[in-house]
């Protein structure tokens, strides 16, 4: 196969993962806020949505011929899957019925990503990738990603069983959003329609990836939360 030309034989198993992720996070919202008792079925639909996401992935790698964790395509492939994987260990092993409420959300959005970007080949590995450390780099990071994000879900998770105040911990979060937003492309949402990424070889920035046409949408994001924040401190201020 040419490795150059954009394989789409795997498109129809991340749709149908994700929508299988969509049907998981339904399920765990109605247990979370009405005690229905479906994380269960849940937890099952986002089981076979990884099985089935996998099948996808293995064959893409098949089909191209070398690892599939080349592009931020596949990577963004490899974090959603990883991600998945770690919660339903995590609920397994911690009994955290609730994870996958947290968690799942920021799966659909990652895989929703995936499937808008523009699909390419996978490239080819240059001769300084081609060890088996390149294995072990990737399956380090997939796992870091992961827990990163598990991480930030049990945060979550503490701050409400904590019984923290919705109204600030709405505010740290609009912040921290709006300075990624802002700092994730250089401050181009601003400017630009498209979501650039920027890498450095030789110390010089060059761009790698740009997702066209939702740079409106960050940008009207970024003006909410930066307007919750105002509301927010200006409402803080009156009251006291």
């Known amino acids: 196969m040419d490795n150059s030309a954009p394989f789409t034989g795997d498109l129809v198993y991340y749709f149908s993962a994700t929508f299988l992720y969509i049907a ?16 269960m079925f849940g937890r099952i ?14 064959i893409r790698w098949v089909t191209t011929g070398h690892p599939i964790f080349i ?8 974090f959603a899957w990883g991600a998945i994987l770690i919660m339903l260990i995590a609920e397994l092993k911690f009994k955290y019925k609730d994870l996958g409420f947290f968690v799942l959300p920021f799966v659909v959005i990652i895989m929703g990503i995936v499937l808008l970007m523009p699909v390419k080949g996978s490239g080819t590995v240059v001769p300084a990738l081609q060890s088996v450390w390149l294995y072990i780099h990737v399956a380090v990071a997939i796992v870091s990603y992961a827990a990163f994000l598990i991480g930030f879900a049990a945060a979550i998770m503490y701050f409400i069983k904590k019984n923290v105040k919705p109204s600030w911990f709405a505010f740290w979060i609009s912040i921290f959003t709006a300075v990624m937003l802002f700092l994730i492309n250089r401050g181009e949402i601003i400017t630009g329609r498209s979501l650039n990424i920027y890498l450095r ?27 919750s924040s105002i509301v927010h401190v200006t409402v803080s201020l009156e009251n006291k």
């Open 24 to 39: 998981a996070a339904i399920l765990y919202g109605v247990n979370f806020f009405f005690k229905k008792k479906l994380n």
């Open 71 to 78: 592009s931020l395509y596949e990577m963004l492939l490899w």
């Open 201 to 227: 070889s030789e110390g010089h920035p060059f761009l790698a990836e740009a997702f066209k046409d939702v740079g409106l949408i960050l940008f009207i994001s970024f003006l909410l939360f930066v307007l």
């Open 45 to 58: 639909a986002a089981f076979i949505g990884i099985a089935i996401q996998m099948v996808g992935m293995i």
